[in-house]
């Protein structure tokens, strides 16, 4: 089994910054890649970011040039810094990790997701 938990969501004005982090624990071999969703009321939830093992990184159009992913593969851990913050912003944001278990079965995981809200 795979746990993500996520941390650093929380309410910021527009134009503000956030980090969130994801850390990855539990049994299994190793980590591909890692990204960043988000759903906002009434949407379908949405690719904002992921990154593959070996550091590419995909964005999603809206979200280019303001957020920035990154993570470690020692700590299993990824992150997601986000400058520029806009209203249409808010969501709430999930972690996902495709992971190759030890008896080599590959499988996404997901966190529980954190709140972002972008308002005045």
């Known amino acids: 089994q795979v746990q993500l938990v996520e941390s650093g969501g929380g309410l910021v004005q527009p134009g503000g910054s956030l980090r969130l982090s994801c850390a990855a624990s539990g049994s299994f071999f190793t980590i591909y890649n890692m990204g960043w969703h988000r759903q906002a009321p009434g949407k379908q939830r949405e690719l904002v970011a992921q990154i593959t093992r070996g550091g590419n990184t995909d964005y999603a159009d809206s979200v280019k040039g303001r957020f920035t992913i990154s993570r470690d593969n020692a700590k299993n851990t990824v992150n997601l810094q986000m400058n520029s913050l806009k209203p249409e912003d808010t969501a709430v944001y999930y972690c996902?990790?495709?992971?190759?278990?030890?008896?080599?079965?590959?499988?996404?995981?997901w966190g529980q997701g954190t709140q972002v809200t972008v308002s005045l």
């Open positions: 996902n990790a495709n992971v190759l278990s030890k008896t080599l079965n590959k499988g996404d995981y």
